[in-house]
């Protein structure tokens, strides 16, 4: 069946590296969402595209995330430069035109 | 402004006991409600959803939920709790218009053999 996929599953990287996540979303799901979920501030928006089109990022610190989606198959997101507050387990989710979100696997991140 | 309140962080109940994990909801309009489970090292998995018609909607894994507007209440419930329903669960509401979903802090379910 179909599903949401996430590239890397994991991801060490040393502060100040550039770190990219991508996401794979279900096809005709046409509302991409970034989240990243923490033990102390949970399950986080980031920003979130409609139609390829970029609707919402006021959840994500704008000075080093950004997030794309340069085709419908692929949406990014991007830390430069990576810093150890940024780790975390990053999620890619994408809905149907009844907002159900599906979730793909996630990407857990370690900034050393 | 739209909110999600899942009173219980933690609840632990032994296996084969029933479950009600508690989600409470603001929202102006109808809403449209989820269910989601995650197990450790997984992602979200969608349990079930309501949108309208009939008020008690069921889901995968034995799960059913109860939407009461007059409560603003969406309840989780299962008859009788297997070991591997321990993982954490998520309450979100929906407006269909923004596509965004609010949810709830969570509510990590323990289960006792």
Redesign the interface.
């Known amino acids: 069946d179909a599903r ?1 996929t996430q590239t890397p599953r994991h991801k060490v990287t040393e502060m100040g590296q550039e770190v990219t996540m991508r996401c794979q979303p279900i096809l005709g799901h046409n ?1 991409v ?1 970034w989240y990243r979920q923490t033990m102390m501030q ?2 986080e ?1 980031l920003a ?1 595209f ?1 139609n390829r089109a970029p ?2 990022d006021s959840g994500m610190p704008k000075d080093r995330f950004s997030a794309e989606m340069p085709d419908a198959t692929l949406a990014t997101l991007k830390i430069q430069p990576s810093e150890p507050r940024d780790s975390a387990v990053y ?1 890619c ?1 994408a ?1 149907d035109t ?9 990407t857990r991140l370690t900034v050393l | 402004a739209q909110s999600v309140t899942q009173p219980d962080i933690h609840i632990t109940v032994s296996e084969g006991a029933s479950l009600e994990l508690r989600c409470n909801y603001s929202y102006g309009a109808t809403p449209y409600l989820f269910w989601y489970v995650q197990s450790p090292g997984q992602g979200l998995q969608l349990l079930l959803k309501y949108f309208s018609g009939d008020t008690l909607v069921q889901g995968i894994k034995g799960f059913e939920a109860e939407f009461k507007r007059s409560q603003s209440s969406f309840n989780l419930r299962k008859p009788s709790v297997h070991w591997s329903d321990a993982a954490e669960y998520f309450c979100a509401v929906g407006s269909g218009n923004t596509g965004k979903l609010i949810f709830g802090q969570g509510t990590t379910l323990q289960v006792k053999p």
């Open positions: 949401v509302t969402f949970g399950l928006l979130y409609r609707l919402d999620f989710a809905s009844t907002d159900t979100q599906y979730f793909g696997p996630g």
